[in-house]
Structure formats: structure tokens, C-alpha cells
């Protein structure tokens, strides 16, 4: 089972995640840049995040053979601190490195004034940029707040099918589906959608433009739920093709739009540096 | 301009010159054109064709220049475009640089016309663990101006994470006494867990005690 993870913050995962993750059949990965947990009061401390986005982070991932793409953007959250605007200034010279295959993660958090014209702002920068754009919802008010998301998408003019919504569930998903957006699902331990509710959402809306994501981070979550969701999948009766659709050749598509998704050379890529073994990494 | 500093300009214009040559066959030789002159007329341009160039010029070895990939060398061709009094755009590039983008800063340093300016670059890379930035920043600049307790240093660590000493330019030259201390002293502690130290590291270690009993 080939699998790459949509949407992961291996920034708040030990080197110890990318070697099981590895083991489990990932390959490929993206990780958005979003909110680390504690407030940051100025846009060197966004920099130093997103520089390590495209350097160290794609070093660890690459010791286990794992590609590693971002996604760049000021996090819902922290749109609303003023201190944290000028990330928005920043952004354009990001928007244009190798490793950045969308703008994110964006959109609504409370459904400030603030957020509304901080995700317009970065959907416009998405379309400057020619990249797709993923989507957060919001955790609390999700239903209204996933229909004000595809009204501001609709509204900004970006081509739906390069926008993926993410954090859905039964109750949201249908609105994104009839959207024309790519429908995004966060496997967690106890939350946002277990592997067995992602079988019967599969089973019930099919296999297309659906994206299975861990989206582990700092809290309680697992790196390896996607490995879980596609055993899941086989166990429900889908098929080796349909399991590899939805975790390798959907992703593969989504970011794929941006002409920056780098997966030459996957099958060879012991980690070396030319031709000799990295993994130690300075012990 | 005194002699040296002469043929030091001379060397760095037949570096650029057979760079540029080597790129001769990228994808898209037009796009790497167009972009140099565009670099040196408009210099607030280079953030965005740099950070393009992989994706233009593609990121493969290039056989006519030996230990360079054709993103590093085209971003080193652009630097070396840039003009002489918009050197800061240097430090810039590599600030905001991913880490292709970085490991081209560094290795373009000794075709660029900065005296000493960038050795803070190198002290960056050098505190990574990144193992491509730490081996960019012992080339040919270090080796000239890299003060030698940061070269000692960077060495030991390329011992540390497994980087092969041939990237250290000017090793032998450049190894002293203070050297061979802290590999020996590396070397006892491997010893006594039962580990083994790199090969190159202990010919090394060899070459510099047999010239010290000599």
C-alpha cells in the first residue's frame, strides 16, 4: 500500500513518526503551515517556520525515503493578531519555492472580519501564484462556517477544482461535493472522523476528489490512520485500485496542479548523501 | 588593482564561463538567458528566478561540470550576474532561501566578488544538521577565509554525520596539529563504545600524527 499524506505537521512529530510512517507504506507527504499552539508575536518568528518547512523538515523526511511538500499561508488563528499581519508580505516570496504545492492552510477559524479578509487576500495570492489552495473549516460552527468558506471561494474566482476543503464530516460533506471542491478528511484518534465513519462516507459519495489525511500534530493524533483507513477500506470489500485512488493517486492529482509535486525518483530514494548513508544525523 | 586580486577575477570568470557552458543542454536554455539579463538590468528581480531555476533548468549533474546539478549552477550563474554593488542580494537569497536554494548561495560564494562577506553564511551552515549545507560550506571559499576554529569544527562534525572528507576542499592543507587532537579524541571515544570511526577520518588522523612524529 503506496500512501501519501495530504495533510500532516511533521513539525510536531519525532524522527521516530517519519521511520514508522515509512515502514507503514507513506511515501509522499504534505504539511501545511498552521497554527504551532502558542501565539506568535512577530512574522520573523513565520519565517524561521516556514524556512524550516523547506529545509529542515524535507531533511528529516528524506532520511526515511519520504518526499516531503508544504503548504504556505497565515493560519486562520493568528490572522486575527494584528502583531502577525505583515506574514502577508512575506508570503509572495514563499508562494514561488520548489517545495510549495498550495497555498495554506486558509480560511475560517472564529469567522472574524479579519479572517474574511485574510482568506480573500490568500486566495487571490493563490491564484497569482497559479497554486491550488487548501482549506481549513472551523471546529465550532462547522456547518455555517464550511457554507461561508464555499460562498468566499466561489466569490474569489479560483477554479473549484483546485481548492480542497478540509475537516469534513456527514454533515458537511454534501456542500462541498455539489461545490466542485476536493473533499478533505482528517482521521483522528477520537474526533473529527475515525477510519470506519471514512469507510461509509466512501462507500456512500464514492472515491473521487475524496482526500484522506492524518493531520497529526501536536495534539492527540496518529500518523499512521491513513495506513489505518486503507486496511479499513479492503476489510469493507474496496479494491487494492480503490485504496491506492484515494491514497496516492488522489493527493497525487490535487497537488499535482501545482507543477511543483516532485516524485521522480521515489522508488530509489535511499536516503544518501552521495552514495552514503545520512541516517546518522550527527549522533 | 594589485596582481593577485587580477588573477583571482580571472579564475572566477573562467568558472562562470565554463558553468554557463556546461548548462548549454538544460531544458530550457532560453528561460536561463533571458533571466541573466534580466538579473543584471533589474536586480530586484532575482527572489522569484531564483527560486524558479530547479523547476527550469531541472536539478541533474551536469557531465560537463563535475559536482554540480544544473539548479545549483544556473542559481550560481544569476548571483554572479547580479551587479557589484547589489551584492546584499546575496545574503538575502540566502535568508529566505529553501535549502536548494541555500546550498547554491554557498556554493557560488567563491565565483562572487565579496572578499569575506560571506562568511557568516558559512557559520550558518555549518550550526545546521543539515548534511548538504554543512558539506557546501567547506569548499573552496572556506578553505580561504574561513576562520580556522570554524574549520576544524565543520570538519569534525562532517565526521559526525558521515559526510565524506573529499568534500572539505583544501583538507590536507588546511589539517593541523588542533585537528588531529579533536579527531584522536573522537577516535577514543568510538573506541570505547564499541564503534567504528569513518574511514577517511582515521587515514586522516594517520597522515596528520605521521607528519607531526616526522
Known amino acids: ?283 | 588593482m594589485a596582481p593577485e586580486n587580477r588573477t583571482t577575477e580571472t579564475t572566477r570568470t573562467a568558472e562562470v564561463d565554463r558553468l554557463r557552458a556546461a548548462l548549454h543542454g538544460v531544458p530550457d536554455p532560453q528561460w536561463l538567458a533571458d533571466a541573466l539579463h534580466r538579473v543584471a538590468a533589474e536586480p530586484a528581480t532575482v527572489p522569484r528566478c531564483f527560486a524558479a531555476a530547479g523547476r527550469r533548468c531541472g536539478r541533474d549533474p551536469l557531465p560537463d561540470a563535475p559536482g554540480w546539478t544544473a539548479d545549483e549552477a544556473a542559481r550560481a550563474l544569476l548571483l554572479a550576474a547580479l551587479p557589484a554593488d547589489h551584492a546584499g542580494h546575496t545574503d538575502t537569497l540566502y535568508r529566505y532561501g529553501d535549502a536548494a536554494e541555500k546550498r547554491a548561495v554557498l556554493r557560488a560564494l567563491p565565483l562572487l566578488d565579496v572578499g569575506p562577506a560571506g562568511v557568516p553564511l558559512l557559520h550558518d551552515a555549518i550550526r545546521t544538521n543539515d548534511t548538504r549545507l554543512v558539506a557546501a560550506a567547506l569548499g573552496p571559499y572556506a578553505r580561504r577565509y574561513l576562520d580556522q576554529p570554524a574549520w576544524r569544527q565543520g570538519v569534525l562534525k562532517c565526521v559526525f554525520m558521515g559526510v565524506p572528507l573529499y568534500v572539505v576542499d583544501g583538507l590536507d592543507d588546511r589539517a593541523d596539529a588542533e585537528l588531529a587532537t579533536m579527531l584522536a579524541g573522537l577516535a577514543a571515544e568510538r573506541t570505547a563504545a564499541g564503534r567504528a570511526m569513518p574511514d577517511d577520518a582515521t587515514e586522516l588522523l594517520s597522515r596528520l600524527s605521521a607528519t607531526q612524529e616526522g
Open chain 1, 1 to 283: 500500500m503506496r500512501i501519501f499524506d495530504p495533510h500532516i505537521h511533521m513539525t510536531s512529530r519525532t524522527t521516530d513518526d517519519y521511520e514508522r510512517m515509512a515502514a507503514a507504506g507513506v511515501r509522499a507527504l504534505v504539511e501545511p503551515a498552521f497554527w504551532l499552539g502558542q501565539p506568535r508575536t512577530s512574522p520573523d518568528t513565520f519565517a524561521d517556520y516556514f524556512d524550516s518547512l523547506l529545509g529542515w523538515e524535507p531533511f528529516r523526511a528524506g532520511q526515511f525515503g519520504i518526499r516531503h511538500h508544504a503548504t504556505i499561508a497565515l493560519n486562520p488563528k493568528e490572522a486575527n493578531d494584528p502583531r502577525c499581519r505583515p506574514v502577508l508580505d512575506l508570503l509572495p516570496r514563499y508562494l514561488e519555492k520548489d517545495g510549495v504545492v498550495a497555498v495554506g492552510e486558509i480560511g475560517y477559524d472564529s469567522m472574524t472580519p479579519e479572517e474574511d479578509e485574510v482568506f480573500a487576500a490568500q486566495l487571490a495570492l493563490a491564484v497569482a501564484h497559479e497554486l491550488p489552495a487548501l482549506v481549513h473549516t472551523p471546529h465550532r460552527d462547522k456547518a455555517r462556517g464550511t457554507e461561508r468558506t464555499l460562498a468566499v471561494v466561489a466569490e474569489s474566482g479560483i477554479d473549484p477544482g483546485r481548492v480542497a476543503v478540509d475537516h469534513l464530516n456527514e454533515v458537511t460533506v454534501e456542500l462541498v461535493r455539489d461545490s466542485g471542491c476536493w473533499l478533505g478528511f482528517s482521521i483522528y484518534p477520537d474526533t473529527k472522523m475515525s477510519p470506519d465513519r471514512m469507510v461509509e462516507l466512501l462507500r456512500r459519495y464514492g472515491t473521487e476528489r475524496m482526500l484522506v489525511n492524518s493531520a497529526a500534530d501536536w495534539g492527540r493524533s496518529d500518523p499512521l490512520l491513513t495506513r489505518a483507513t486503507g486496511e479499513a477500506m479492503l476489510l469493507a470489500g474496496f479494491t487494492a485500485d480503490d485504496v491506492d485512488r484515494v491514497l496516492w493517486r488522489n493527493p497525487v492529482e490535487f497537488y499535482g496542479q501545482s507543477g511543483r509535486l516532485d516524485l521522480a525518483d521515489l522508488d530509489d530514494a535511499d536516503a544518501t548523501f552521495e552514495g552514503n548513508s545520512i541516517l546518522r544525523g550527527g549522533n
